[in-house]
């Protein structure tokens, strides 16, 4: 062993708080000493790591001792034993349908939507019913670790504005549908109301303006062409039902393609900007096409399995690297918005139905839930994982209940043991939305309230 | 309005108190203003409820005010907006096992068990291991509402004492397997064990003692027949997997049967008692075979999708009244033991392999988690209702999560928005083990503690 004259020593230190006086920065927020689960090009998982955030953007992923070098939060989060990762990604959901959340369940899917949801959302969808039902999708998503939702309903200006009061990113498709419903009469009507919805939000952070033509079967193919063709104008995503049952391929049938996706593909509908939701009944050239047309998949497993809609080919689509995200769907067929139950179907759902235990795992899980939906949704370089540079979308999820006792891998305990009730804290745009389960932005119990008072003129109404 | 003098108001009134002074019965416990979900024979939801419990029994299910007039309990639990139901009886599972939760997923069959599971179990499992196991299975199961769990695995005495230790109820079934095993070197030891355990804890009004010939493929046809003549001899469950997976069946026909249940009827083992775990690949003939000899089966969705190993034919064993309950398996493979996610699959699971949105109704799913569990294991007179006489195994459920709001119907949103983290209070034969979240009966940090130490030891088991 050398000893050096203590001289130097101190010399040295001395630099090297010099060093570290200068280069260290003042940021809003590090969330320190977590699992980090970056879901990066590498997959990779720092622990105990660090996530430095300014303002409305992620300025460094690192381990925790780097990140304590470089920077220092005004305010800090420390994520001991917690998994620290990017806010999930929800790629369909109608949040308003929260407030028909069990009004009508095990049904066959044509009862349950003219007996009950088509009924129901006559009699009582209006603005007010829009803005109750999203707040409490909202509270619910928060609770539950969603940062960007997908959403396809009536009213939209009305989602949009609580959604940012709510502090959450949403790409929002206004609805045009063939029949009256409860925000336009015709679907020329859908479509002034879509583009008045896209030049009012259209720069907005937070909020990405979508058009959203329900379906083909609920729409002609002259609808479904002027809505393609606005969201192109606009540069705007196209939200629409692709093939979710067996029966929509009559639709197609009728009009002289064999399946859904081939009559989307005979009218020019397909590109980069369309967002499939569910694309159950495809086949092979289906998944091709899908794929060369640069359009994104939503894969929404439990509604899936409650309405016995069918079983999507998720292990051919990732393995034809088609881009696939999770979605919830709405909370009428769900029944909630539980991101984590979407990762845990997913999985489950598919190695079953393949009988191959390998299929979806837990690590595919967790990135459709995250940089697969961001990629659907084409915001893949701004969100959907822990980089530097990126929005800081992150939450912070709870990963010492007796059910999550030991743990071995983190992938396997979010997809497989962890709850949306297992969210800690969860962020959007740098900002805090709910810290230690508290939401900060949103009156959660006047939330529920007001859900409560809804739900009794929804019984009313389906009561007849 | 006519007016009465008052005197005879005050006579009357007086008289009224008497006859209530008269009639009030102090007891142990009541538990008032709920949603009573009873289970019983009319499937009566009662609400505003209660359930009025005095020592190990329930004395009275009926409306509170009704209730109120005939009982006054020492302890009251207020569940109003919560429902109050049986306590969950899970009909499978390894409850040490939840120490290599997450140890190894994603992985086929055959890999999982012989690269891990057994090589963990023959470094790993001692009755130091068994007890710290069921410890924190106790934990998670009274935090996730069962009360009566049925378990297959070594040390069963082990088992035995923690599980009355943290008062739950359990069908213990000790492992009787043809290679050495950490308690047996042999079957013949296995069942010398097995006869032990039953001596031991025949009388116990918590333990019912089982004899557990693991299943066909691990163990011969004379080891299959004494552990089923000795649970006879001594009037105690046989448990066993049955046809898990479509392999199973070679065994089967290697010894001369074409299926599983078919073997296991040419040897005389199927008869009341007998608890098949599994049970998925069956045909029609072994339905007809498990119905007419009184076999319970146990389904375990959870399970046979992580592993892929198939779709229980359900709606036949419910269509052919054959005894059925839920099951979560050990959490190697499931990986928690939340018996609400196991009626939730048994109701996805069912409706999309069977193209019906109608199969194993929100209803189904909840009896099958209670009465049909107990009629699996041949305790529906003891447990798996509400109903006076019955031991009082019951759990009270919150139901005001923004993801339960508004609530329309309660069993919809038991099967399909809520968690095993729901349950608020858990009690088993007249004992408070649970209330408002706090385990009384199980130090939980100390639980957390050992897990965590005893996965150091699995980890390095499985490094080799």
């Given at each position: 062993?050398t000893?050096?004259p203590?001289?130097?020593?101190?010399?040295?230190i001395?630099?090297?708080?010099a060093v570290r006086?200068q280069t260290v920065?003042?940021?809003s927020?590090?969330?320190?000493?977590?699992?980090?689960?970056?879901?990066?090009a590498g997959?990779?998982?720092?622990s105990p790591?660090a996530?430095?955030i300014?303002?409305?953007?992620?300025?460094?992923?690192d381990?925790?001792?780097?990140?304590?070098?470089?920077?220092?939060?005004?305010?800090t989060i420390d994520a001991?034993g917690?998994v620290?990762m990017?806010?999930?990604?929800n790629?369909?959901?109608?949040?308003?349908?929260v407030?028909?959340r069990?009004?009508a369940?095990d049904?066959?899917l044509?009862?349950?939507?003219?007996?009950?949801i088509?009924?129901?959302?006559?009699k009582?969808?209006s603005p007010?019913?829009?803005?109750v039902?999203?707040r409490?999708?909202a509270?619910?998503m928060?609770?539950?670790g969603?940062t960007?939702?997908?959403d396809m309903y009536?009213f939209?200006?009305?989602i949009a504005k609580?959604a940012k009061?709510?502090?959450l990113?949403g790409v929002?498709g206004q609805?045009v549908i063939?029949f009256?419903v409860?925000?336009?009469?015709?679907?020329?009507e859908?479509?002034?109301?879509?583009e008045k919805?896209i030049?009012a939000f259209?720069?907005d952070p937070?909020?990405?303006?979508a058009?959203?033509p329900?379906?083909?079967?609920?729409?002609?193919?002259?609808t479904?062409?002027?809505?393609?063709e606005?969201?192109?104008r606009?540069?705007?995503?196209t939200?629409?039902h692709?093939?979710?049952?067996?029966?929509?391929?009559?639709?197609?049938?009728e009009?002289?393609s064999?399946?859904?996706?081939s009559y989307?593909?005979?009218?020019?509908?397909?590109?980069?900007?369309?967002?499939?939701?569910h694309?159950?009944?495809?086949?092979?050239?289906?998944?091709?096409?899908l794929?060369?047309?640069g359009?994104?998949?939503s894969?929404?497993?439990?509604?899936?399995?409650?309405l016995?809609?069918?079983?999507?080919?998720v292990?051919?689509y990732l393995a034809q690297?088609?881009?696939i995200?999770l979605?919830?769907d709405?909370a009428a067929?769900?029944?909630d918005l539980?991101?984590?139950?979407?990762m845990?179907?997913a999985?489950?759902l598919?190695?079953?139905?393949?009988a191959d235990p390998?299929a979806?795992s837990?690590r595919?899980a967790?990135?459709?839930?995250?940089i697969g939906g961001?990629?659907?949704?084409?915001m893949?370089?701004?969100?959907?994982?822990?980089e530097?540079g990126k929005?800081a979308d992150?939450?912070?999820v709870?990963?010492?209940?007796?059910r999550?006792?030991?743990?071995?891998?983190?992938?396997?305990h979010?997809v497989y043991?962890?709850r949306g009730d297992?969210v800690?804290?969860?962020i959007?745009?740098?900002?805090?939305?709910?810290r230690?389960?508290k939401v900060?932005?949103?009156?959660?119990?006047?939330?529920l309230?007001?859900a409560?008072?809804?739900a009794?003129t929804?019984?009313?109404?389906v009561?007849?």
């Open positions: 062993m000893r050096k203590a001289g130097i020593a101190i010399v040295l001395l630099g090297a708080v006086a920065r003042e940021v927020l590090v969330i320190t000493n977590g699992i980090v689960v970056t879901v990066d997959n990779r998982i720092i790591g996530v430095a300014d303002g409305t953007d992620i300025v460094a992923v381990t925790a001792d780097n990140v304590r070098r470089q920077f220092r939060g005004r305010q001991t917690e620290v990017p806010g999930l990604v790629t369909h959901t109608h949040a308003p349908m407030l028909y069990g009004l369940d049904l066959a044509d009862e349950w939507l003219t007996k009950y088509f009924p129901a959302e006559a009582t969808v007010e019913f829009v803005r039902g999203t409490l999708a509270l619910e928060i609770q539950s969603t960007t939702f997908t009536y939209e200006e009305e609580e009061a709510a502090g990113r929002l609805s063939q009256p409860a925000d336009a009469k015709t679907p020329a859908g479509l002034a109301r879509a919805f030049q259209r720069n937070l909020i990405t303006p058009v959203a329900h379906a083909i079967y609920t729409n002609d193919s002259a479904l062409k002027a809505a393609r606005m969201s192109m606009y540069g705007v995503p939200l629409i692709v093939a979710e049952t067996q029966s929509e391929a009559m639709t197609a049938r009009r002289g064999p399946t859904v996706v989307l593909e005979s009218l020019g509908f397909l590109g980069p900007g369309v967002v499939a939701a694309a159950v009944w495809v086949d092979d050239s289906d998944i091709a096409l794929k060369s047309r359009v994104g998949v894969h929404n497993p439990e509604s899936n399995m409650k016995a809609s069918g079983v999507a080919p292990k051919s690297d088609v881009a995200g979605g919830t709405g067929s769900n029944n539980d991101m984590f139950e979407a845990r179907e999985s489950f598919q190695k079953v139905s393949t390998t979806v837990a595919a967790v990135q459709m839930a995250t961001a990629r659907v949704l084409g893949q370089k701004q969100i959907g994982s822990l530097a929005r992150v939450i912070v709870g990963m010492s209940a007796s999550q006792t030991p743990m071995y891998d983190p992938l396997s979010l043991v962890t297992d800690q804290t969860t959007v745009n740098g900002k805090v939305l709910m230690d389960r900060l932005t949103l009156d959660s119990a006047a939330i309230r007001d409560r008072r809804w009794m929804v019984s009313a109404a009561a007849r």
